[in-house]
């Protein structure tokens, strides 16, 4: 899974769960979600692979919803994904 299959079904995902990246500098990177455990320092190890925390789903549904009501079209799928990637590494 990456960004843009989670944009197709985020409000079916649990608020409480986090959004970890293989890549951290490919917005298309595979992506796992995962809860946060004490001590894991934002970084998640899955299948033998690496996965780096990117941002809360609670705060990525917010940042999708206020960023789409802001513009004055509706964005694809794969520019949502590139914002909200965006967004959580330089702005959450």
């Keep these: ?9 985020i409000n079916d995902v649990d608020e409480d769960s986090i959004i970890f990246m293989e890549n ?3 917005y298309k990177s595979e992506i796992i979600l995962s809860y946060p455990e004490d001590g894991d320092n934002g970084i998640k190890i899955e299948r033998g692979k690496k ?6 789903i ?3 549904k917010e940042f999708i919803e206020d960023w789409i009501n802001s ?3 509706t964005p694809s799928k794969d520019e949502i994904a ?3 990637y965006e967004y959580g ?3 959450a």
């Design 1 to 9: 899974m990456n960004l843009i299959d989670l944009i197709n079904g």
């Design 24 to 26: 951290i500098n490919d």
């Design 51 to 56: 996965f780096n925390y990117l941002i809360e």
């Design 58 to 60: 609670f705060l990525a």
């Design 71 to 73: 513009l004055n079209y």
């Design 82 to 84: 590139k914002r909200l």
């Design 89 to 91: 590494i330089n702005d």
